[in-house]
Protein backbone atom coordinates (compact mmCIF):
# COMPACT_ATOMS: atom_id res chain seq x y z
CA UNK A 1 0.00 0.00 0.00
CA UNK A 2 2.93 2.15 0.75
CA UNK A 3 4.20 1.78 -2.54
CA UNK A 4 1.15 2.38 -4.37
CA UNK A 5 0.90 5.90 -2.29
CA UNK A 6 4.60 6.82 -3.67
CA UNK A 7 3.74 5.20 -7.22
CA UNK A 8 0.82 7.48 -7.50
CA UNK A 9 1.95 10.79 -5.01
CA UNK A 10 5.44 11.60 -6.15
CA UNK A 11 4.72 11.63 -10.29
CA UNK A 12 1.44 14.08 -8.74
CA UNK A 13 3.79 16.53 -7.32
CA UNK A 14 6.15 16.39 -9.90
CA UNK A 15 2.77 17.48 -12.77
CA UNK A 16 1.54 19.90 -9.82
CA UNK A 17 4.73 22.03 -9.68
CA UNK A 18 5.99 21.56 -13.35
CA UNK A 19 5.74 24.80 -15.14
CA UNK A 20 5.29 24.87 -18.99
CA UNK A 21 7.90 27.03 -20.82
CA UNK A 22 7.39 29.19 -23.72
CA UNK A 23 9.71 30.39 -26.22
CA UNK A 24 9.92 34.29 -25.64
CA UNK A 25 10.68 36.74 -28.46
CA UNK A 26 11.99 40.26 -28.08
CA UNK A 27 10.09 43.01 -29.24
CA UNK A 28 12.79 43.31 -32.19
CA UNK A 29 11.83 40.27 -33.39
CA UNK A 30 9.09 40.45 -33.21
CA UNK A 31 8.82 44.21 -35.05
CA UNK A 32 11.79 42.79 -37.53
CA UNK A 33 8.95 39.29 -38.49
CA UNK A 34 6.13 42.33 -39.22
CA UNK A 35 8.38 44.57 -40.73
CA UNK A 36 8.92 41.72 -43.42
CA UNK A 37 5.40 40.66 -43.28
CA UNK A 38 4.53 44.03 -44.30
CA UNK A 39 7.28 44.52 -46.91
CA UNK A 40 5.96 40.89 -48.04
CA UNK A 41 2.07 41.60 -48.53
CA UNK A 42 2.99 45.33 -50.36
CA UNK A 43 5.13 43.74 -52.57
CA UNK A 44 2.56 40.92 -53.50
CA UNK A 45 -0.32 42.64 -54.14
CA UNK A 46 1.72 45.41 -55.96
CA UNK A 47 2.90 42.84 -58.39
CA UNK A 48 -0.21 41.52 -58.68
CA UNK A 49 -2.20 44.67 -59.64
CA UNK A 50 0.61 45.36 -62.05
CA UNK A 51 0.48 41.39 -63.60
CA UNK A 52 -3.60 42.35 -63.90
CA UNK A 53 -2.95 45.60 -66.21
CA UNK A 54 -3.23 48.45 -63.50
CA UNK A 55 -0.93 51.15 -64.23
CA UNK A 56 1.72 51.74 -62.16
CA UNK A 57 0.54 54.50 -60.05
CA UNK A 58 -2.79 52.77 -59.48
CA UNK A 59 -1.14 49.92 -58.44
CA UNK A 60 0.63 51.86 -55.60
CA UNK A 61 -2.43 53.12 -54.48
CA UNK A 62 -4.14 49.81 -54.03
CA UNK A 63 -1.33 48.01 -52.44
CA UNK A 64 -0.75 51.15 -49.89
CA UNK A 65 -4.61 50.75 -48.94
CA UNK A 66 -4.76 46.80 -48.80
CA UNK A 67 -1.48 46.94 -46.71
CA UNK A 68 -3.10 49.73 -44.30
CA UNK A 69 -6.39 47.83 -43.87
CA UNK A 70 -4.97 44.20 -43.49
CA UNK A 71 -2.40 45.89 -40.55
CA UNK A 72 -3.90 48.89 -38.98
CA UNK A 73 -5.33 46.65 -36.31
CA UNK A 74 -1.72 45.20 -34.95
CA UNK A 75 -0.88 46.48 -32.19
CA UNK A 76 2.99 46.68 -32.77
CA UNK A 77 2.73 48.48 -36.40
CA UNK A 78 3.05 51.84 -34.84
CA UNK A 79 6.56 50.90 -33.51
CA UNK A 80 7.91 49.51 -37.03
CA UNK A 81 10.52 51.50 -38.43
CA UNK A 82 8.84 52.04 -41.70
CA UNK A 83 11.66 53.19 -43.48
CA UNK A 84 13.17 50.15 -43.30
CA UNK A 85 10.05 48.73 -44.23
CA UNK A 86 10.03 50.89 -47.48
CA UNK A 87 13.43 49.44 -48.17
CA UNK A 88 12.23 45.91 -48.00
CA UNK A 89 9.46 46.62 -50.21
CA UNK A 90 11.88 48.23 -53.07
CA UNK A 91 13.74 44.88 -52.59
CA UNK A 92 10.88 42.47 -53.05
CA UNK A 93 9.42 44.14 -55.57
CA UNK A 94 12.61 44.12 -58.18
CA UNK A 95 13.04 40.49 -56.90
CA UNK A 96 9.70 39.25 -57.75
CA UNK A 97 7.78 41.22 -60.27
CA UNK A 98 11.07 42.88 -61.98
CA UNK A 99 10.10 46.77 -61.52
CA UNK A 100 13.20 48.99 -60.79
CA UNK A 101 11.03 52.12 -61.71
CA UNK A 102 10.03 52.76 -58.05
CA UNK A 103 11.54 54.96 -55.48
CA UNK A 104 11.15 55.22 -51.73
CA UNK A 105 9.67 58.70 -52.66
CA UNK A 106 6.92 56.74 -54.31
CA UNK A 107 6.20 55.38 -51.09
CA UNK A 108 5.76 58.42 -49.28
CA UNK A 109 1.79 58.01 -48.89
CA UNK A 110 3.01 54.58 -46.98
CA UNK A 111 2.51 55.05 -43.29
CA UNK A 112 0.69 53.46 -40.18
CA UNK A 113 -0.21 56.27 -37.50
CA UNK A 114 -3.30 56.59 -37.14
CA UNK A 115 -4.94 59.39 -39.14
CA UNK A 116 -7.99 61.04 -38.06
CA UNK A 117 -10.73 61.78 -40.27
Not at 69 to 91: A, D, H, M, Y
Amino acid sequence: MKRLFIYLFIPAIIFCFAVSAQASQTIDQKLSKLESKVSRKFSKTYCNSTGFGISSDGALKFSIGETKGEFSKNPLIEEVNVNNIKTQILEDIADSCYDFDLTKADLNKLSFSYESK
